[in-house]
């Protein structure tokens, strides 16, 4: 019955993936407790404010410094070098994710500040940044465009008439008398 369910797959595909160094499922499991990864620890930080303060003195130092300024100059994108740091200290155990995600936005300020310091003031803060479009009215035919291209694939909106099929007629007399609930802030209707 086994032979059954692989038929269906190429032979050459799932001598690969046999051959394939993975882990098994579970591995990690049976690993030996003295050598666990550092990820697999408790993190060093668990609170934002002093993983912001390790990280900043990480970055200060003069050959991280040079390192990250001579990045921002050839065009590294900020965000692109934030997401090294942050993952690298995950990697050795500084932090977990979830702390990672809140350091991230507070570590692209400390380099933009740190390389602008440094005296780079022409840097790129994402990847693809040069490719949106910078003024007003090409923002706005760029959306249009999408629009347009949206159009097709978007089921049409139906009109109070395309919805009369559709409704069942109970339904339909209720939405005709139903009178729309005045909000507590608007202005009162005065009566004559």
Avoid at 83 to 101: A, H, S
Avoid at 105 to 119: D, N, R, V
């Amino acid at each position: 019955m086994e032979e059954n369910n692989y038929k269906n797959y190429s032979q050459q595909g799932l001598s690969v993936l046999g051959q394939m160094q993975r882990p098994i499922p579970g591995q990690s499991l049976t690993d030996s407790p003295e050598t666990s990864y550092p990820w697999e620890q408790p993190p060093e930080h668990v609170e934002l404010q002093p993983a912001m303060e390790a990280i900043f003195m990480d970055l200060s130092e003069p050959e991280v410094y040079a390192a990250i300024t001579d990045m921002a100059e050839q065009g590294t994108p900020i965000s692109d070098i934030a997401q090294i740091i942050l993952y690298g200290g995950f990697e050795q155990g500084f932090w977990n994710p979830d702390l990672m995600m809140l350091l991230i936005e507070p570590t692209m300020y400390m380099i933009m500040g740190l390389i602008e310091k440094a005296g780079v003031l022409e840097y790129k803060i994402y990847r693809g940044e040069e490719e949106e479009p910078s003024e007003e009215i090409e923002q706005v035919e760029a959306l249009d465009g999408m629009i347009n291209q949206l159009k097709d694939k978007v089921v049409p909106i139906k009109t109070e008439k395309d919805l009369k099929g559709v409704l069942p007629p109970q339904i339909t007399e209720r939405l005709e008398k139903l009178e729309v609930p005045q909000s507590l802030l608007s202005k009162p209707i005065e009566e004559k």
